[in-house]
């Protein structure tokens, strides 16, 4: 990250008048400059760009904040950045969406340099006008990135996102997995899925990790993004279609404009619902992860020693 810097006389912490009005810098808000070969379209770049405005009084939240906190997935693409404004009045702009709020001293982190919101907080204010399904997105990414729990969203989130958290789970890996996912609870109705769990054969070898499993039926679903279009992936994932196969599991696939059309993928879905049980089963689960809530609390342990706490 390049941290906008004022006008200085010198130019030495920055340009001076006459060089910031020249092409060899770039303008971030009132009185801050980067130099113009610094790329603003990136998300941490936009982020401080965005933070500067407060004068280091107010805090960014929303994706801006989880983005900091390490959840991948929240890139920002086409949002403002979202402050809370803190001490120093500020006005949005399409770069920067300002939000009036309280902003007590247990819901700020520093982050990279910059004072973010709390996960919880900054999920919260992130969900504000979302849908149920891009809310469960939203929170199944915020738990994958090991930032925070859905016990621990339990009382954050107002009511309104109750039916979010149920429909969440803390092992997907990718937003269009959460998708399909939602399409198979509520446009098939089926029963919440095992969510990337290890399969193993009859004698324990690794057979593979299915982003959806119905063990009762003994159905796999999987989302083939642009990853898998690669030749070795591709082959790779040939290899373990056909070993689920054998092991006597359906397999249905989708791809991401499938998700575009859930009575599609619904159809697919029953489709192999007459085939599963044809085969016999030679296959069963791995052992079950750790819960999340247990690494994130002995992870809170550690840095209370760390802290001599």
Wanted: net charge positive; glycine share 10%; charged share 30%.
């Amino acid at each position: 990250m390049t941290w906008p810097c004022p006008v200085d006389p010198s130019g030495v912490a920055g340009p001076t008048r006459g060089e910031a009005a020249g092409p060899r810098w770039r303008r971030t808000s009132r009185g801050r400059y980067v130099p113009a070969t610094v790329d603003g379209t990136r998300p941490e770049q936009r982020v401080v760009e965005a933070y500067a405005r407060t004068d280091g009084a107010g805090a960014v939240t929303g994706w801006a904040a989880l983005w900091l906190h390490g959840a991948a997935y929240f890139d920002g693409a086409g949002a403002p950045v979202p402050l809370v404004e803190g001490r120093r009045r500020l006005r949005s702009t399409p770069q920067v969406r300002v939000l009036r709020a309280l902003l007590p001293d247990d819901q700020v982190l520093t982050r990279r340099g910059v004072r973010c919101t709390v996960p919880e907080r900054a999920l919260r204010d992130h969900l504000a006008g979302t849908g149920l399904r891009e809310a469960v997105v939203a929170i199944d990414m915020a738990v994958a990135a090991g930032i925070t729990s859905r016990r621990r969203l339990r009382g954050v989130l107002p009511r309104r996102w109750e039916t979010a958290l149920d429909l969440a789970d803390e092992h997907s890996a990718s937003p269009q997995e959460t998708r399909l996912r939602l399409v198979w609870q509520l446009d098939a109705g089926w029963a919440r899925p095992l969510v990337n769990r290890d399969v193993l054969a009859e004698d324990g070898r690794f057979l593979g990790r299915p982003d959806l499993l119905d063990a009762d039926r003994g159905i796999v679903g999987e989302y083939a993004g642009a990853v898998h279009r690669d030749r070795a992936r591709h082959r790779h994932d040939v290899r373990r279609e056909d070993l689920f196969r054998r092991a006597g599991l359906e397999y249905v696939e989708v791809v991401g404009d499938d998700l575009r059309h859930p009575a599609l993928v619904v159809e697919r879905m029953e489709a192999a619902a007459a085939r599963a049980g044809r085969l016999p089963r030679r296959w069963r689960l791995g052992p079950a992860p750790v819960p999340l809530d247990d690494r994130l609390d002995h992870r809170d342990a550690m840095d209370r020693l760390a802290d001599g706490e």
